[in-house]
């Protein structure tokens, strides 16, 4: 039996239906979620409802507006489409008409604000087709890949939209904020002229006395000529958290890109270059020194060491690589070492590992390039894949908001204080 209207008040709404027991029990599952699919779509037709005009003239911005009657508008909810007749207004002076119930009720395009919320959610962590197998099995409801693109990239244009104005509160902690590692970096991915762009992402981690990280926010952008817009929102993200914690020491952790050091020593009061990259370059150095063996091993192991405890030791291992370079026969041990070399002489004023260590400040760029696979590459560099900028700007701004704690759930409340305009 369909679902119906048992009782009905002003702020309660009573849905019975009756459910069929025979067959297996997955068919009584599926059976179960039709009905309760059922009872929610009649329940919203009530509920949408509630958020119409009365039919009563309505003024805004010094203009009268009248309605034009009631139309009907099909409507899409978690549990199905419901169709409603509401109130469509239009001035005196014509020109586009105005449903205050839409406005009212928080409506996103044709989608009620729960929908909308869980398709963009969706939309931000896999692709349309993913997609919509998972909504069908999950809740019973079809939808088409149009659709999704479209309400998921309409969400996304919001959620940029609105970043400048809509602040995001930071979370309390229990504890001071001691020091702020600050890290940009790009990664590729595949546009529709089959051309692979840089898309930046950058990340802004809170540590406390000890080291440990108390909170991560994440910002990205994608592939633009200049990065012009990643650095200004970025820049408005680092603000607010420097207006939070003045105190904290700011420390930008970067690999050795120059124009990441460009950007991120201005905003810093220390900058380390990735120890793992130095790391990897002394590794390279002992192959081309040793070859192989006791010593590449024991000395590969004593300089990390030594780097990453000893004051000095950069300068002291750029000297060391420099007077070997002389002896190496072979062109290739020659052009790694001096690969080597090139990068210490270019980074080791960078290279206070020992001081970071002992003070428990972060020496490693994990956090931002765990933010490239994160927030750009497990989503938008996928099989079969291409871009065009508008689409990968809006998956990316969903996104940053559901990979940075608190902020989804912060972003769906503005919507529903102050709508979409």
Known sequence: MAATVRTLN???IEVTFTLNLDGSMLTIEENLLNSLNQAGSVAMGEAISRFDADGTPLKMENLKFTSKGKHRQTYETPY????????????????????????DARMVMNATPRYAKIISGKYARMGADVLRRDLLEANGREISRDYVKKLGDFIGGIAQAKEENWEYPLPEFDRPVASVGVGVDGTCLLTRDDQW?????????????????????????????????????????????????????????????????????????????DFYHAREYIGKAAVAIYDCGPKKISWEDDWSHRLKHDKGAAKRLLNEMEAALPTLRRKTDREDLCKAITYFSNHYGQMQYWRNTAENLPIGSGVTEAACKTLIKQRLVCSGMRWKDQGASAVIALRSLEITEGRWEEFWRHIGQYGLN
């Open 197 to 273: 762009r840089l898309a930046m992402c950058g990340s802004i981690s809170l540590y406390d006395k000890a080291g440990e990280r108390l909170h991560t926010l994440y910002a990205g952008a994608s592939p633009e000529y200049g990065k012009e817009t990643f650095y200004q929102r970025f820049d408005r993200e680092l603000a607010r958290v420097k207006e939070r914690h003045p105190k904290a020491l700011y420390i930008g952790v970067a690999d050795g890109a120059a124009d990441n050091w460009a950007y991120l020593k201005p905003l810093t009061d220390r900058q380390v270059v």
């Open 80 to 103: 199905g489409p419901v169709a409603v007749s509401r109130h469509v207004y239009q001035s005196s002076k014509g020109g586009k008409t105005f449903c205050p119930l839409e406005r």
């Open 10 to 12: 002003e702020n309660s």
